[in-house]
């Protein structure tokens, strides 16, 4: 079994900054892409950032030159950095992550509890 466990979240105003952190546990062989989803109130959960064993990332259109994503393969941790901050950012972030947990397994998507991001005006 994997676990994600997401840090970082909190309420902070218009312009400012947060860092998310989510570190994978348990049984872990390889991990292809991690990546943050956001799910704002009464709307679907969409992708933020992806980021790719390799150090490829991608980005949605809403977050370019504000977020950024980042990992630590050898602590199999995700990073969210998030600088000017807008209201329309509020929502809940989801850590999620594909893992391999062993040779000839396959891969299968994790998600974490999710984090409070609240950006006030």
């Known amino acids: 079994q994997v676990q994600l466990a997401e840090s970082g979240g909190g309420l902070v105003q218009a312009g400012g900054s947060l860092r998310l952190s989510c570190a994978a546990s348990g049984s872990i062989w390889n991990i292809r892409t991690m990546a943050w989803y956001r799910q704002a109130p009464g709307k679907e959960r969409e992708l933020a950032a992806l980021i790719i064993s390799g150090g490829s990332t991608n980005y949605a259109d809403s977050v370019k030159g504000r977020f950024t994503i980042s990992r630590d393969n050898g602590k199999n941790t995700v990073y969210l950095q998030m600088n000017s901050l807008k209201p329309e950012d509020t929502g809940v972030y989801y850590c999620?992550?594909?893992?391999?947990?062993?040779?000839?397994?396959?891969?299968?998507?994790?998600w974490g509890q999710g984090t409070q991001v609240t950006v006030s005006s």
């Open positions: 999620n992550a594909n893992v391999n947990p062993g040779y000839g397994l396959g891969y299968n998507d994790y």
